[in-house]
């Protein structure tokens, strides 16, 4: 069963966006703090996108386990989901 895609698209991330933008905003400057400051961003690109596909895979295989478990034992699913919601009932109804 095919999972539908909920993570953005990397060009949608304002971190992503911002550092693509110095990158263009340095152009074709060919000084050295330019040129250290380009391959600074350059790396940090490249750290964040491999981050992003890195988690993107660990909350897949967290979903797929989630899955597999509430089909595998369906009553203790609901066993957990009814005493974590007694839990916070009795919680928020001690603050208010």
């Known amino acids: 069963m095919p999972t539908p895609n909920t993570t953005a698209d990397f060009t949608e991330n304002s971190i992503g966006q911002d550092v693509e933008g110095i990158l263009q905003r340095l152009g074709n400057s060919a000084d050295e703090q330019s040129e250290m400051l380009k391959t600074k961003a350059r790396s940090a690109l490249t750290t964040l996108r491999e981050l992003e596909r890195s ?18 034992k369906p009553w203790v699913a609901i066993a957990v989901a009814a005493a974590t919601a007694y839990a916070l009932g009795a919680l928020f109804r001690r603050r208010g």
Do not use: D
């Open 55 to 72: 988690t993107e895979a660990r909350i897949q295989a967290a979903g797929e386990q989630t899955q597999r478990f509430v089909h595998e």
